[in-house]
């Protein structure tokens, strides 16, 4: 079993959608969540990070972390044809710089 | 643009053979951390160093190997290569390395292993 699992989808939404994105994990010690947003043939794009459990927002973008699940999410409201691409959950432990990557979902708006 | 330089972008090479791939991290960043993305294993970390010395070491095979220079930059050393080689790798930087988790990715080197 992965330590992080993560739907590789595709999800097709149309244009000013409300997209949630998911990862579980298995590992209690992760403490910092990341999303990261790669564009085709691109490196991933740091988008949101947080510490332990609770909310972040950003603009369109909401991170939600509930350590007691296991479960991350990240919200992107009014979603544009420009937010197709590839959304990588990343996380790690206290005191390491190992990022656990899940294997991305892959994400369409459609006009 | 995040900041992060990697060259060369794509590298076509044979079976056996060695190559080496390059980067140079953000401004002020001490941190250099290795990926390897190829489509059935996802973004599988494989080394990292900070500030010139091995800080954590992750999936590197034997015959892979890295370096980071006095002036922050560091290259991956791939040999005796293999069809399964064939993949996206990348590079990411961060300030201080243990202190932010915040890492910032380069665009990456396509092998491809013939």
């Known amino acids: 079993q992965k330590e992080v699992e993560q739907d590789p989808g595709p999800l097709s939404v149309p244009e000013g959608a409300i997209v949630s994105l998911n990862c579980t994990y298995s590992?209690?010690?992760?403490?910092?969540f990341m999303w990261y947003r790669q564009y085709s043939r691109k490196g991933p794009e740091l988008l949101m990070y947080t510490y332990s459990s609770g909310n972040k927002e950003d603009g369109r973008f909401t991170a939600q972390v509930d350590k007691s699940s296991k479960y991350i999410s990240l919200f992107i409201r009014d979603s544009q044809p420009s937010d197709s691409a590839t959304y990588l959950c990343a996380m790690s432990a206290y005191n390491t710089d190992k990022l656990i990557f899940g294997t991305g979902t892959r994400l369409q708006v459609f006009p | 643009d995040s900041g992060v330089t990697q060259t060369p972008k794509h590298l076509i090479t044979a079976t056996g053979q060695r190559v080496t791939l390059r980067c140079s991290p953000r401004?002020?960043?001490?941190?250099v951390y290795w990926y390897q993305q190829s489509l059935d294993q996802g973004l599988q970390f494989l080394i990292q160093y900070y500030n010139g010395e091995e800080r954590a070491k992750g999936n590197i095979l034997e015959r892979f190997s890295a370096q980071q220079f006095p002036d922050l930059h560091s290259e991956l050393n791939l040999s005796s290569l293999e069809l399964g080689d064939s993949a996206l790798y990348f590079c990411?930087?961060?300030?201080?390395?243990?202190?932010?988790?915040?890492?910032?990715f380069g665009p990456g080197t396509r092998l491809t292993v013939t």
């Open positions: 990411a930087s961060s300030a201080n390395g243990g202190e932010t988790y915040e890492q910032y």
């Open positions: 590992n209690s010690a992760f403490q910092y």
């Open positions: 401004s002020g960043d001490l941190s």
